[in-house]
């Protein structure tokens, strides 16, 4: 036998379905915060992709070099996974260091970061010298954006094949 069907257990004995609980206990009304009346969504999605968009299309439409085409494509899906290993700092010096076109998406990111941001200066120096948040907020907003390169770099070089 357990303990709950013992005759002087310890456990009170449950309710029975029927019988309702009353508590004595006032409960204060929960106050909710003030809604927005039939405002519009502030935020746009195509705010991200379509930035990314036109100037991924625009890179591989200027581009003629099959090569050059396949180390963009690479550099651009890699984005993501550079970015939230190394951090903003590393992937603006990347975009010094790169030649053979795999630097061409990096400065496209950065201009994609700049336009959404809204921040002009996005040198190295500049990066250095943002205080925790902002830098933070803008790595943030940076793999956002990286994610969109990997999905358009997809669709938009989706006739390239191979990798360097």
């Not at 690479?74 to 992937?91: D, I, P, V």
């Not at 603006?92 to 990111?109: H, N, Q, S, W, Y």
Request: hydrophobic share 30%; aromatic share 8%; glycine share 4%.
């Amino acid at each position: 036998m357990s303990k709950k069907n013992r005759p002087n257990s310890q456990f009170p004995k449950p309710n029975p379905p029927s019988t309702s609980v009353v508590s004595s206990v006032p409960v204060a009304p929960i106050a909710h915060p003030p809604q927005p009346k039939n405002e519009a969504m502030t935020f746009d999605p195509r705010t991200l992709g379509t930035p990314v968009y036109e100037k991924l299309n625009t890179l591989k439409t200027d581009t003629t070099d099959q090569a050059k085409l396949k180390k963009q494509k690479s550099m651009a899906q890699e984005l993501y996974t550079y970015l939230s290993t190394w951090g903003l700092m590393r992937l603006k010096a990347e975009e010094t260091i790169l030649k053979d076109g795999r630097e061409d998406p990096v400065k496209k990111f950065f201009e994609c970061l700049k336009e959404i941001s809204g921040k002009e200066d996005l040198s190295l120096d500049a990066l250095k010298t943002l205080n925790a948040d902002e830098y933070l907020g803008l790595t943030g907003l940076g793999l956002e954006i990286a994610r969109e390169f990997s999905f358009w770099v997809s669709a938009i070089y989706h006739d390239v094949r191979g990798e360097d």
